[in-house]
């Protein structure tokens, strides 16, 4: 989605930082605005102290006369965000007696967008898997990259990255046990296998890839990818696979009823026994 709907300000941080209204766009390629208005935008509307924001900008090497320098590059960003909303009577970018705030009323951030349809999926009650499966693909197409593009560098942004990108996983993850219970195996196997190949050790992406294999009659590869997934944790993490990821290959190896299509896979994550 290249723009949010039925907003005036849009702010994108889920692949780059930019803002813009209508055909007023502007992208922020890292910089002390772009820290700032990183820092703000994770802050979700809070207000951020004028220490805080120093130490996102500086880290422990202020400048001197460094609330001078803060206020400069605020009053830039300021005027920044009103060349994008010349008809709004306040600016976005307030002060406050402790610090800075951005006010997000009215506006979309495609952060949020994300976030509140994951959450409604976790939730949907009677809603139909084809629904939910469409609403979470939906959601992911918001990310055309690294939260922030991978700039955050203060330790706001970057803890807000970081709760980002376990929500895209967690997203994803919901995504494949729909599709999977859809019976949709074939579809997802090739981006199943990037993600495990290119994420982190990720046992449930793993053990969605083993499921979709064998019930694309792919056992023996659902095997294999099980023995690289044991071999990669020994030699990054130094652990074992956990019990719920060995009863998925104890599963494959019996032929588990779980593991035929349109069954509960999600039963294979119970203890055995």
């Not at 920044?80 to 007696?97: F, G, H, N």
């Not at 402790?98 to 009215?106: A, E, F, K, N, V």
């Not at 219970?181 to 053990?207: Q, S, Y």
Request: glycine fraction near 8%; charged fraction near 25%; include cysteine.
């Amino acid at each position: 989605m290249s723009e949010l709907s039925g907003v005036v300000m849009n702010f994108w941080i889920l692949g780059r930082v930019a803002a813009g209204s209508g055909d007023r766009l502007v992208h922020f390629r890292g910089g002390m605005q772009g820290a700032l208005l990183m820092a703000l935008l994770a802050a979700e509307g809070q207000i951020l102290s004028t220490g805080t924001l120093i130490t996102e900008l500086w880290g422990d090497n202020p400048p001197d006369s460094v609330e001078n320098a803060l206020q400069a590059h605020v009053s830039r960003l300021r005027r920044k965000l009103q060349s994008i909303e010349p008809d709004r009577p306040t600016s976005r970018l307030v002060a406050q007696a402790s610090g800075y705030r951005l006010l997000l009323d009215g506006a979309g951030v495609d952060a949020k967008v994300f976030t509140d349809a994951l959450a409604a999926a976790r939730a949907a009650v009677g809603v139909r898997p084809t629904e939910v499966a469409y609403r979470l693909r939906e959601a992911l197409a918001l990310w055309q990259g690294p939260a922030f593009g991978g700039t955050a560098a203060g330790m706001t942004a970057e803890a807000a990255a970081v709760r980002l990108e376990e929500s895209r996983i967690a997203a994803l993850e919901l995504l494949f046990d729909v599709e999977l219970k859809l019976g949709c195996h074939t579809d997802i196997v090739p981006e199943l296998t990037a993600l495990v190949r290119v994420e982190a050790p990720n046992e449930r992406l793993c053990e969605q890839l083993m499921v979709a294999l064998y019930r694309c009659g792919r056992q023996s590869e659902a095997l294999n990818v099980y023995q690289w997934m044991r071999n990669r944790m020994a030699e990054e993490l130094g652990i074992d696979p956990s019990p719920m990821l060995r009863n998925h290959e104890r599963a494959i190896l019996a032929h588990d009823r779980e593991l035929r299509i349109r069954e509960d896979h999600l039963l294979l994550r119970q203890p055995v026994g």
